[in-house]
């Protein structure tokens, strides 16, 4: 018997009949011509799984290799926003403000919170101070403390008065860099600890901690011509708010380059932004942000309320929260990224607001205006003299802020603390009409700083809860000298 002819001649129009099933063999896979090396090898090495029929015992392996190869090429910086973003996770306050601003401007319901805020705020009495200034004769010193006072300003300032409250109860010498340098070397009984600045627990004995409110609110001053530029620009911002009396509000606003590139938020600069800030993230981090491996969700950091506030978010907190077109502002911030574009609904807002740099001429700035700790120590000032202060960032500016006006304010703080959480959700609703948006912002106000005088815990910081380490309750009829 004669096999069929498996191809047809030329002149043939019906295929041929097939083979039988027993006599026909498994064909080999065909796979494209390989164009590269690494191809030619994939190639092979799948040719021989095959022939050898191991393929069932290596396609999981092939599969999740191949799963993340795939993972590795993703660019997770440029992926696009899902569909469905959870609520909270897109920046939508421009689309905000559009829709509030014409009922925001024709709201004249209430008189402006400056003159109402925290009216009952002292249902926990009173404070007063309580450092010991007296002066006493000092035993001989048992030696020398080397400090370096680590950090921008506020970091120093925990170095310094750490350092005062050790060498105080060890009857010490301090010694700080910059004073009498030259002298310690020749003394062979010398402490040098650096950095300083964390390395004194918050819950010291009462000695220690008594030293350390002494440094921080009686005896630190900052320089002569800081202080005098800082009181100058405090005057000058109560003559701008007669209207209220001379009460004035202050908001710290961390919205510089460096902090929206660390923050990794997504705004509404578009390419522009994304490229500003790839290029300060590798200019301040090299490579940080781009390691293998490394996925961000700029959706999930602005839900848990890691954005730093933008101006005009910080405007609409504040006009929610009662504070009127009148009301003056004193902004204590670095360079705004883009902010023109950014600061203008600010401005529109709050016509009243200034900076360092409006209160001042340019040969007054001068002398401070490439320094950055003197330019804060500048706005630390007018923030401390401030009815209201309003901090949008964590950090140790504040930190210290927020001990020294409960100090300086019978141990009531007076500062707005937002929850970004509620802000983030609240934000993300551009439907949302006034009348809802002020009270839902009301409602923030009334949570940021509810609880009157602070008494603190043994997690907190005498730097921010003065009481009772630094301040004692007065009685009613207690004349302050």
């Known amino acids: ?31 494209p011509a390989p164009q590269t090396l690494p191809q030619h090898l994939a190639s092979q090495f799948l040719s021989l799984l095959l022939r050898r029929q191991g393929i069932f015992l290596f396609a999981p392996l092939i599969y999740i290799s191949a799963v993340l190869f795939y993972i590795n090429t993703l660019d997770f910086h440029n992926l696009p926003p899902p569909h469905y973003a959870p609520p909270g996770s897109v920046y939508r306050s421009p689309q905000l403000y559009a829709n509030l601003r014409p009922q925001m401007d024709s709201d004249n319901s209430n008189a402006d919170a400056i003159s109402t805020i925290w009216r009952n705020s002292y249902k926990g009495g009173e404070w007063r101070p309580c450092i010991d200034k007296s002066s006493r004769g000092l035993p001989e010193s048992n030696g020398y403390i080397y400090i370096e006072a680590n950090g921008g300003l506020n970091q120093q300032r925990t170095s310094i008065c750490n350092a005062v409250a050790v060498a105080g109860y060890l009857n010490a010498t301090l010694v700080i860099p910059h004073f009498h340098f030259h002298s310690i070397w020749r003394d062979p009984r010398i402490i040098r600890i650096s ?28 320089s002569n011509p800081i202080l005098s530029l800082g009181q100058t620009l405090v005057a000058r911002m109560k003559d701008r708010s007669a209207n209220n009396s001379g009460k004035y509000i202050s908001v710290h606003l961390r919205f510089e380059e460096d902090m929206v ?14 490229i500003d800030m790839d290029a300060a993230r590798e200019r301040g ?17 602005r839900i848990n309320g890691k954005c730093p506030l933008t101006p005009l978010e910080v405007g609409l907190m504040l006009r929610g929260m009662g504070f009127g077109k009148s009301t003056s502002i004193y902004l204590a911030s670095g360079k705004i990224y883009d902010s023109e574009r ?55 500016f504040p930190h210290f802020l927020l001990g020294h006006r409960r100090f300086l304010y019978g141990g009531h703080s007076r500062t707005i603390r937002p929850d970004k959480r509620k802000l983030a959700l609240l934000y993300d609703n551009p439907t949302i009409g006034w009348k809802s948006f002020k009270r839902q912002m009301l409602n923030v106000r009334a949570h940021s700083d509810s609880k009157g ?14 009481c009772p380490d630094c301040m004692r309750r007065s009685n009613k009829t207690e004349v302050y000298p």
């Not at 007054?364 to 949008?392: G, K, W």
């Open 285 to 301: 981090w090299r490579g940080k942000f781009t390691k293998r491996g490394k996925v961000i969700h700029p959706g999930a950091i």
């Open 342 to 396: 950014h600061m203008k609904p600010l401005l529109e807002m709050f016509p009243l607001l200034q900076t360092k740099e409006m209160l001042t001429s340019h040969e007054e700035l001068a002398p401070f205006q490439n320094y950055s700790s003197r330019m804060a120590a500048i706005d630390y000032t007018v923030c401390l003299h401030s009815e209201v202060f309003v901090t949008t960032q964590g950090g140790n």
């Open 1 to 31: 018997m004669h096999a069929y002819n498996r191809v047809p001649s030329s002149g043939q129009s019906s295929p041929s009949a097939p083979s039988s099933p027993r006599l026909r063999s498994k064909p080999a896979p065909r796979f």
């Open 261 to 274: 590139a660390f923050s990794c938020c997504i705004y509404d600069g578009g390419d522009k932004e994304k």
């Open 453 to 466: 005088i602070e008494i603190k815990r043994p997690s907190d910081s005498i730097y921010s809860v003065p």
């Open 195 to 222: 950095p300083f600045a964390n390395r004194l627990s918050f819950d010291a004995p009462p000695a220690v901690q008594r030293l350390r409110c002494l440094a921080n609110y009686e005896a630190l001053r900052f």
